[in-house]
T-cell receptor, first 111, second 115 residues
Framework: NAGVTQTPKFRVLKTGQSMTLLCAQDMNHEYMYWYRQDPGMGLRLIHYSVGEGTTAKGEVPDGYNVSRLKKQNFLLGLESAAPSQTSVYFC??????????FGDGTRLSIL | GQQLNQSPQSMFIQEGEDVSMNCTSSSIFNTWLWYKQDPGEGPVLLIALYKAGELTSNGRLTAQFGITRKDSFLNISASIPSDVGIYFC???????????????FGKGTLLTVNP
C-alpha cells in the first residue's frame, strides 16, 4: 500500500542550510505536485510537473527548486533555508484527471 | 489566485449528529473534490464530483456539485468519533488555462466529534 511516499518525515535545519525532499509514487501518474501547509493558509502549490523532465511554478515558488528526472520521483530543494520555510510539505500525484493522491508529509523546521 | 470560501471554519458536534459544510467561489469549477486530513497525515480523497448537479455518496458521506458550478456541499450523517479531522474542498477553476490538474484548496473545516 505504497502510493505516494515522502522522505524524510521530519527534519530540523539551521538557517542557510540546504536540503532535498524526496517524493516517490508507484501509480505511474503523469502529474506530480509539491504543496506547503501552514496554519490558517490551507494548502498552497509550490511547484508541479506534468511529466518526466518538466517542471512549472505554482503559487509560492520562491526559495524552492524542483526536478523530475524520473517519472516516479519529484524532488523539492531548498538551496538556502529560511525560517519562513518552516512548514509541513506535501507531495501529491495524479493521472490526467484532477483527483490528487497525497503523501503523509514532511515536517520541516528551520531555526 | 482563485479563492475557495469554506464554511464553517470549525464545528463541535455530538456523536450521532449530522454535519453539513460547504464551499463557495466566485469562479466556475468543472470538478469538485472533498478531502479529509487526519492529524499527522496527508489529505485523503473522499468524493469527486464531475458534473453540475451531481449528487454522490460514499458511505455516510454525501456531496453535491452545485448547479451554478460555483459551490459544493458535503454532508456527514450519524457522525462517529473517527470523523474527527479537517475537511477540505478543492477543484480546478475553469479559468485555470484549461488544465484540469492544478487545484485550488479551501482552508478547511475542522470537525470535532464529542463521544
Amino acid at each position: 500500500n505504497a502510493g505516494v511516499t515522502q522522505t524524510p518525515k521530519f527534519r530540523v535545519l539551521k538557517t542557510g542550510q540546504s536540503m532535498t525532499l524526496l517524493c516517490a509514487q508507484d501509480m505511474n501518474h503523469e502529474y506530480m505536485y509539491w504543496y506547503r501547509q501552514d496554519p490558517g493558509m490551507g494548502l498552497r502549490l509550490i511547484h508541479y510537473s506534468v511529466g518526466e523532465g518538466t517542471t512549472a511554478k505554482g503559487e509560492v515558488p520562491d526559495g524552492y527548486n524542483v526536478s523530475r528526472l524520473k517519472k516516479q520521483n519529484f524532488l523539492l530543494g531548498l538551496e538556502s533555508a529560511a525560517p519562513s520555510q518552516t512548514s509541513v510539505y506535501f507531495c501529491a500525484s495524479s493521472p490526467s484527471l484532477a483527483a490528487q493522491h497525497f503523501g503523509d508529509g514532511t515536517r520541516l523546521s528551520i531555526l | 489566485g482563485q479563492q475557495l470560501n469554506q464554511s464553517p471554519q470549525s464545528m463541535f458536534i455530538q456523536e450521532g449528529e449530522d454535519v453539513s459544510m460547504n464551499c463557495t467561489s466566485s469562479s466556475i469549477f468543472n470538478t469538485w473534490l472533498w478531502y479529509k486530513q487526519d492529524p499527522g497525515e496527508g489529505p485523503v480523497l473522499l468524493i469527486a464530483l464531475y458534473k453540475a448537479g451531481e449528487l454522490t455518496s460514499n458511505g455516510r458521506l454525501t456531496a453535491q456539485f452545485g448547479i451554478t458550478r460555483k459551490d459544493s456541499f458535503l454532508n456527514i450523517s450519524a457522525s462517529i468519533p473517527s470523523d474527527v479531522g479537517i475537511y477540505f474542498c478543492a477543484g480546478p477553476p475553469l479559468n485555470s488555462g484549461g488544465s484540469n490538474y492544478k487545484l485550488t484548496f479551501g482552508k478547511g473545516t475542522l470537525l470535532t466529534v464529542n463521544p
